[in-house]
């Protein structure tokens, strides 16, 4: 890729990551990405929670090594004198530092912001709690489940006559992460327009999936509407579901813009529909969605998916199949721009295929370097060359330096 040959746009930018599960180092992730330094805080005895998250191979956690990918492990037990001093040396140097631990936990270990920003005034704290840390739900658990149930997501997703659904991955976590790395990117861009100050960033983990949700809440205020499961379809945009082919596979026809809606249907041979008063535009057409997908879907069962999609594909119709992993990864658009990437992994003995980098710049663009480390990799290179602390204090707090 052009340009890969320069630094990448974040080098220099040090990330302390306290964080453990998912939306705290997602949120590390993306900045991993494009070339900050993370250093990955675990404790000793099992790292990370998210090693032990969902499938393994060998004992190893897959799921860790693509959202912990870029960065390196040091192990250290923050209950002891030893892992707060540690943690206290990485603040001088760091620029950020990421948190998820309940609302005053590190500040009783003497490493919360405002001990760490006195060590080093430049210093930003991202804490993600699961309500905030403020309200009167600071201090209850939370996780990106609880809040897809919080906000509303749940009440939303699944079948009319069905029960509300929740989704099958972690949805709210990697919202915030998402939410979580623009917001420390604003408070890295503040930091040098005005002065070198740091500042303490609070993220809870329902807000950002809140602001996803849509219009739900000027749609309420306004109108008293308060939205219902309908399936695929969409609140605002008439047709948007699945439909079943011949073949028994499915396709997504979204006709969003009344151009589109258009295009579908010529590419259908239902032009028929184009000119029904109940289909006319949009906003009729949203009084009407059940005779418009029980047409639409009557016209798709007559056709194999491919022959759906080559019709509509011509046509300018907006359509895709409905793809399951192992149909995605082999598929020519995310071939051709290298939306999986293989990396090498001692761990797992080889190659590892995960997602690559989100979107790319011209000049600068992100890479990754390698899948997520070994618990305790980087404790030589990091407590020892870079902090100076000998290795008979390393070794007696139990840590592998290799």
């Not at 809606?261 to 006319?280: A, H, K, P, V, Y």
């Not at 003995?349 to 600068?364: C, H």
């Not at 407590?383 to 290799?402: A, H, K, P, Q, T």
Request: charged letters at 20%.
């Amino acid at each position: 890729m052009r340009g890969s040959a320069t630094q990448p746009p974040l080098h220099g930018i040090n990330i302390l990551d306290l964080s453990n599960y998912l939306a705290g180092p997602m949120t590390t992730m993306y900045l991993a990405d494009y070339g900050a330094e993370v250093i990955k805080v675990e404790h000793p005895l099992g790292g990370d929670g998210m090693r032990m998250w969902g499938h393994n191979k060998n004992g190893v956690g897959l799921y860790f090594k693509v959202i912990n990918r870029n960065k390196k492990s040091v192990s250290l037990d923050l209950h002891t004198n030893f892992g707060v001093q540690a943690v206290k040396a990485l603040a001088r140097r760091a620029d950020v530092i990421v948190e998820n631990f309940r609302p005053g936990i590190l500040d009783k270990w003497g490493i919360g912001y405002e001990a760490l920003s006195t060590l080093n005034p430049g210093i930003i704290m991202l804490s993600i709690t699961g309500f905030g840390q403020t309200g009167p739900y600071r201090n209850r658990p939370g996780f990106g489940s609880l809040a897809e149930g919080y906000v509303g997501f749940a009440h939303i997703n699944g079948h009319a006559d069905g029960p509300p659904l929740s989704p099958s991955w972690g949805l709210g976590d990697s919202a915030t992460g998402i939410g979580a790395a623009f917001l420390l990117m604003t408070a890295l861009f503040e930091r040098e327009r005005r002065g070198g100050e740091g500042q303490f960033i609070d993220m809870s983990i329902y807000e950002q999936l809140f602001t996803m949700l849509g219009p739900q809440v000027i749609d309420y205020d306004q109108l008293g509407i308060v939205q219902d499961r309908d399936g695929s379809r969409l609140a605002f945009a008439v047709p948007r579901n699945n439909f079943e082919t011949r073949d028994g596979k499915w396709v997504l026809l979204a006709g969003s813009s009344q151009s589109i809606f258009e295009n579908i249907c010529r590419g259908l041979d239902r032009e028929d529909l184009i000119t029904d008063i109940r289909f006319s535009n949009n906003r009729v057409r949203m009084e009407n969605p059940t005779p418009l997908e029980i047409e639409i879907q009557k016209t798709v069962r007559t056709f194999t998916l491919d022959e759906v999609m080559s019709r509509l594909v011509t046509a300018g119709g907006a359509a895709t199949p409905i793809n399951d992993v192992s149909m995605v990864i082999e598929d020519p658009q995310i071939v051709a721009r290298q939306n999986v990437i293989q990396v090498q992994d001692e761990e797992l003995g080889g190659g590892v295929r995960m997602q690559n980098v989100t979107g790319r710049l011209s000049r600068t663009p992100g890479r990754i370097r390698h899948a997520g480390p070994r618990l305790g990799e980087n404790n030589r290179e990091i407590l020892i060359e870079r902090l100076g602390f000998s290795e008979e204090e390393v070794r007696n707090e139990g840590l592998d330096i290799g």
